[in-house]
């Protein structure tokens, strides 16, 4: 086995493999729990991250948001806790598997000749949970002390929407006592050079459109049916939308994904029996809508598109998010500007975007806590969700040492006027 370079326990407690970083055998350590959907083992989360508090001599703290959900926070005091808090935030979850498509088992870990460590998680976010801890291990092992108080907070359910997580956490006397000034969480890989940040999101809207019809005998020409109205105006509408919003993605070399609306057909419900004209049909739709968009207009588009179809036909959301704050990215912010200038002196370029789906930030943002998502991952590939995800051990080792910059410079960030 190679020297420990980090010094004793850095690996966490468990023999690395010969010859591996025990950074890495962590790492490979906490891809193995099965924290997927639609059951995920979150006990065996919490047994992990109680060991590594014990570790690391970190106060863990857990709050159960809703049965059998429990949100985790280690904190690490600063030396002036009135001051406002950094916030490292990482969801446990992990979307489910298709192993059938898989080349190795999606719970085994593989690491293949290149390095590259193949799992369900490997890039989202299990990454950045072990990078957090492993940076501040080594801060930790330095002496290091921070001045702001840092918190790593572990929530479930992201994968899920985060209604059982952090969107019932942030409304929790719990979240408020945490005092966060600043937060970090989860981003996307970058297969170029740069590191991708983001500073927004769009905001999802889930709609059901139900069509009422004339009824009737598959063997005659009823006017006025449900499915008419559902495809000729309904589908069609929202299609037409999506098609005019591809062309400007297209045709604009500024614009990425999370500049422009994208809009999904998801469902089609409707009928009983071939022969049967059904008395009603529904069509949802999956929307994402950029904070530049005024959601109030977009809103009365959809009911002029209904009206258009019949004054029968309605709309309803099983999603429907309002918030469209946005972490500011002037140089002049003092929060933005500290996070750009520590990945200037690592030589990082910083490509700045709306995040296209949806992550726990959102639910940060809403209650005016500046967030950027970001994971450290370039010359990757794009695998969240996808089979055979995989992160290489040397972008992710990397990531240790890009966190073991970033905590330093956010936990320094001189007090505030109004925390003086």
């Known amino acids: ?34 924290t997927v959907h639609p059951e995920p083992d979150y ?4 047994r992990f991250l109680d060991r ?16 059998g959900r429990v949100v985790s926070i280690m904190t ?14 990482s969801h446990t979850d992990v979307v489910p ?6 080349k190795y ?38 002496g290091w002390k921070p001045m702001r108080t840092v918190h790593l907070m572990f929530v479930p359910d992201e994968e899920v929407g985060g209604h059982k997580g952090m969107e019932t956490f942030v409304k929790h006397p719990e979240f408020q006592k945490l005092n966060i000034g600043f937060a970090l969480d989860e981003g996307l890989a970058n297969p170029g050079e740069p590191f991708t940040v983001f500073y927004g ?31 000729s105006v309904i589908i069609n509408s929202f299609l037409d939308f999506r098609e005019k919003e591809k062309h400007r993605l297209n045709t604009s070399e500024c614009f990425t994904l999370g500049d422009v609306t994208t809009v999904n057909m998801t469902m089609v419900k409707g009928g009983v029996a071939y022969n049967v004209i059904p008395a009603e049909m529904d069509v949802s739709f999956d929307l994402r809508i950029p904070p530049t968009v005024n959601l109030q207009e977009f809103e009365r588009q959809i009911k002029q598109w209904c009206k258009e179809a019949g004054e029968d036909v309605t709309y309803e959301f099983a999603q429907k998010h309002m918030n469209q704050n946005v972490t500011s990215t002037e140089e002049n912010d003092p929060w933005w500007s500290t ?30 806590i500046p967030a950027i998502g970001f994971s450290p991952m370039n010359r990757t590939p794009i695998l969240l969700h996808d089979h055979n995800e995989y992160l290489n051990e040397q972008v992710f080792l990397k990531g240790i040492s890009v966190y073991e910059r970033l905590i330093p410079a956010l936990a320094s960030v001189p007090a505030f006027p109004d925390e003086a």
Request: a negative charge; hydrophobic letters at 40%.
């Open 1 to 34: 086995m190679l020297p420990d370079k980090d010094g004793p326990g850095v690996g966490g407690g468990q023999s690395s493999p010969e010859g591996e970083d025990p950074s890495v055998s962590l790492f490979r350590d906490y891809l193995r729990l099965k």
């Open 43 to 46: 006990d065996a989360a919490l």
């Open 52 to 67: 590594i508090a014990e570790e690391l001599q970190l106060p863990m703290k857990k709050i159960e948001v809703c049965p």
């Open 76 to 89: 690490w005091e600063g030396t002036n806790p009135s001051l406002k808090s950094i916030l490292l935030n």
């Open 97 to 102: 598997v298709f192993q059938e498509h898989w």
């Open 105 to 142: 088992d999606a719970f085994s870990a593989f690491k293949d000749a290149e390095g590259n460590i193949y799992a369900r998680g490997s890039q989202d976010m299990k990454c950045v949970t072990i990078q957090y801890i492993q940076a501040v291990r080594r801060l930790k092992a330095e």
């Open 201 to 231: 999101e769009r905001n999802p809207w889930w709609i059901t459109v139900h069509c009422p019809g004339s009824p009737g005998h598959g063997s005659r020409f009823v006017e006025n049916t449900a499915a008419e109205k559902l495809v």
């Open 339 to 368: 996070f750009s200038a520590a990945c200037k002196a690592m030589n990082m370029t910083l490509e700045k975007e709306i995040f296209p789906a949806a992550t726990d930030s959102r639910f940060i943002r809403a209650v005016g």
